[in-house]
């Protein structure tokens, strides 16, 4: 048993980060993740670690690169237009296949959007950017997953020399609730014999190329192949009471913790729904999901905060078999930026349809 | 017989195929740098970060630890570098024109500004090479690129920047200069200033900065020879070499 402690979930970026023995940040400060740079610029330099400011996400990106290219674990964190400046770097490292952890406490898009909550980035996230690569994606609900997801971002990033994101947003990131510091062992990890460390007079040179230019093009792509392919087993989702639902709530993030209490609201009244909650945003958990599809009945309810994002991966992995329908950003109970999709938006929703 | 070597690759030099045009100053620099790395003890404890472009052939051809990632990130990838490492490793970066002082400005200003104790070697050929011969922020006034077909016009295209005198105004860098390799003395003046600007951040002193001018023959439609004088006739009035700064400030 760790220490238990009382924390916000930008927070627990921190301590999932130092947990998993990583002593270097880069960020530039963007709300909703304020607290997570504020954590890193006081904690680490009593741990031994750096701490570095940089003049903008794209230059943090890169300066993460450097630092993870190096064989040191290091992570930023980020939010919507910090995120999209890193873009370029991250499709820098995909190529590189160098491992890396980046952090996305979203908020409002598209543009400088709002600085409250939101789920906009979940294409770009799961898609990836320029020139077509995958990386693993985490999506937490709690502030006790955000420190153990961050965790596992390390492990899988340098597992598979991908980057390893976690999706959070800022009601995951700015609420607070008890936090069990404690080291998550996944492991062994391959050795880093990439890794740009100086020679020493021991080893051959090592380059680090993010372009196609040590091997042909195609070689190199096809070895990216195989490595997403592989990447599919490490899906993982949760599932409440979905077995007998005859309608399956699929959310992530916050609206997954609403959608709990929705599951939990339809049972009392006797209504047969579920909820399916993707772990890993990518690879998705398209298997379980076109298995429930093809139960006589069957219907399902994307709940997300946007204009209807992660609803193309279940369509993607219902082929059809059963009805999806979307509960969006339009169903806030304000129409401001602070407005939520709450518990018994969902429920009407789910009457209606059920 | 008894036969004297009078030449070899410097040590830090890989033979790699040549990417590189006839009279280009990357090839110049590459075997300077290699012959610095080698003569200061420094290769072992190198990470090379290389720059897009021609500058990046310069990479495949230095026989130490280097990377790359994007456009104009070399001295954020540095900074990555010697803070992760704890601030053993020796960190340099060689970048084109466009790629320090265009698109990397933001990096590169603002890593001098931190003070990274990282070198930062610049070229300068007064074009875009890689791409065909564009404009770069060093173009000279009147000087003819595929997009400046009537020449650079300060009205439209603005002025040429001198990022020696830029760099070596902001706080954080004890080390500025700007050299050639346009004939074998200043080669060897740039070796020394080359020299001067490595040892600055092996003292820790703080961010270090060299500009140097460089031939582009293929771009520039002349012959080596004509492009090595078109440096000193043409570019050098209007960058002059020298150092801009050079300060201690530790005791």
């Known amino acids: 048993m760790g220490e238990r402690i009382w924390a916000n979930g930008n927070q627990a970026v921190g301590w999932g980060a130092v947990s998993a023995g990583c002593l270097h940040f880069f960020g530039y400060p963007i709300t909703p993740q304020n607290e997570v740079t504020e954590w890193f610029a006081s904690e680490l330099p009593k741990r031994g670690g750096s701490f570095c400011q940089g003049e903008s996400e794209w230059s943090v990106a890169a300066m993460l690169f450097g630092c993870s290219g190096a064989g040191v674990r290091a992570i930023t964190s980020t939010s919507g237009p910090g995120w999209g400046l890193m873009q370029e770097v991250l499709s820098g490292f995909a190529a590189a296949e160098v491992p890396g952890v980046i952090v996305n406490i979203q908020r409002g898009g598209p543009g400088q959007g709002t600085t409250l909550h939101a789920q906009t980035d979940y294409l770009s996230a799961t898609r990836g950017g320029h020139g077509g690569y995958k990386s693993i994606v985490l999506a937490p609900n709690s502030v006790q997953e955000i420190c153990d997801f961050v965790q596992l971002a390390f492990y899988l990033s340098e597992k598979y020399r991908v980057l390893g994101i976690v999706l959070a947003d800022a009601i995951i990131g700015q609420m607070a609730e008890p936090l069990e510091i404690k080291t998550r062992d996944f492991g062994p990890l391959p050795e880093k014999t990439w890794a740009t460390t100086t020679m020493q007079g021991k080893r051959p040179l090592r380059q680090i190329m993010p372009g196609w230019v040590i091997k042909p093009y195609v070689t190199g792509m096809a070895e990216f192949q195989k490595k997403y392919e592989k990447m599919q087993s490490e899906v993982k989702y949760e599932a409440i009471q979905v077995d007998d639902a005859e309608l399956v709530l699929v959310a992530f993030g916050y609206p997954s913790r609403v959608c709990m209490d929705v599951v939990e609201m339809a049972r009392e009244e006797g209504l047969k729904v579920g909820l399916l909650r993707p772990l890993t945003l990518w690879p998705f958990p398209a298997e379980v999901l076109h298995k429930k599809a093809s139960q006589k009945g069957v219907k399902f309810l994307v709940v997300e905060d946007n204009l209807g994002q992660m609803i193309d991966d279940v369509n993607l992995a219902v082929l059809g078999k059963a009805p999806v329908h979307h509960l969006g950003v339009t169903a806030r109970h304000l129409p401001t930026g602070s407005g939520m999709i709450l518990p018994a938006r969902v429920l009407e929703e789910v009457k209606k349809l059920i | 017989m008894n036969k004297e070597k009078v030449y070899s690759l410097p040590k830090y030099r890989i033979a790699y195929p040549g990417l590189l045009c006839p009279g280009c100053g990357h090839g110049i620099m590459a075997n300077l740098m290699a012959i610095v790395l080698e003569e ?94 564009q404009m770069a922020p060093t173009t000279l006034i009147g000087q003819k690129t595929t997009t400046t077909p009537l020449g650079r016009d300060p009205e439209l295209h603005g002025y040429p920047q001198r990022a020696a005198e830029l760099i070596a105004q902001i706080e954080g860098t004890c080390y500025s200069a700007r050299g050639s390799t346009h004939n074998p003395a200043n080669v060897t003046k740039t070796k020394k200033m080359l020299k001067a600007a490595f040892q600055k951040q092996l003292d820790g002193e703080g961010f270090s900065f060299l500009e140097v001018l460089t031939a582009c023959p293929t771009d520039w439609k002349k012959t080596p020879a004509e492009s090595q004088k078109w440096i000193e006739e043409v570019m050098m009035p209007v960058y002059p070499l020298g150092e801009f700064k050079n300060i201690s400030r530790k005791k």
């Open chain 2, 40 to 133: 200061m003890d420094l290769g072992e404890k190198t990470v090379h970060v290389g720059g897009m472009g021609c500058t990046g052939y310069v990479t495949f051809t230095l026989k130490v630890d280097s990377t790359s990632v994007t456009h104009g990130t070399g001295p954020a990838i540095a900074t990555g570098i010697k803070r992760g490492l704890n601030g053993k490793p020796f960190v340099f970066t060689y970048q084109g024109d466009g790629d320090a002082i265009a698109i990397g400005a933001g990096a590169l200003v603002n890593a001098a500004a931190r003070g990274e104790k990282i070198t930062v070697i610049m070229a300068n050929n007064a074009n875009y090479g890689t791409t065909g011969g």
